[in-house]
C-alpha cells in the first residue's frame, strides 16, 4: 500500500512560488510513474504533470516552463516547483502514484489528500 501526503500548498500572489512536496509514507515509490493533479472549485480534476522513475517529464502547456516536477527516489518523495504563479493556478493539488505515465486519473492507483494553493491577484 503506498500512502501519499502533500505538503507545501498556501497562499501566494500572483507571479509568487511555492514548492510542493509529496511523500510516500509506507512504501517506496520504486517503479511507480508519479503525478500531480489539481481540481479547482466547479471544475474537473486535471493532470498538471508526471516524472518516470528515470525522470522523464511531461506537463499540460499551461505550466510548461513554470511548474518543474521532479523526485528524490532515496527519499520516496516527489515534488512540484511552481514559479510564476497566476490566479488561474488556484486549487487543490493532488499527487498521485501509478505504473502508467498517463493523463487520466483512472491509471493512478494512489492518491494523496491534496494540499490547497490559492493564488491572489
Known amino acids: 500500500q503506498v500512502q501519499l501526503v502533500e505538503s507545501g500548498g498556501g497562499l501566494v500572489q500572483a507571479g509568487g512560488s511555492l514548492r510542493l512536496s509529496c511523500a510516500s509514507q509506507r512504501r517506496t515509490l520504486g517503479g511507480y510513474f508519479m503525478a500531480w493533479w489539481r481540481q479547482a472549485p466547479g471544475k474537473e480534476r486535471e493532470f498538471v504533470a508526471v516524472i518516470s522513475w528515470s525522470n522523464i517529464t511531461n506537463y499540460i502547456n499551461s505550466v510548461k516552463g513554470r511548474f518543474t516536477i521532479s523526485r528524490d527516489n532515496a527519499r520516496n518523495t516527489v515534488y512540484l516547483q511552481m514559479n510564476s504563479l497566476k490566479v488561474e493556478d488556484t486549487a487543490v493539488y493532488s499527487c498521485?502514484?501509478?505504473?502508467?505515465?498517463?493523463?487520466?486519473?483512472?491509471?493512478?492507483?494512489?492518491w494523496g489528500q491534496g494540499t490547497q494553493v490559492t493564488v491572489s491577484s
Open positions: 498521485a502514484a501509478g505504473l502508467k505515465g498517463s493523463m487520466r486519473p483512472d491509471d493512478y492507483n494512489y
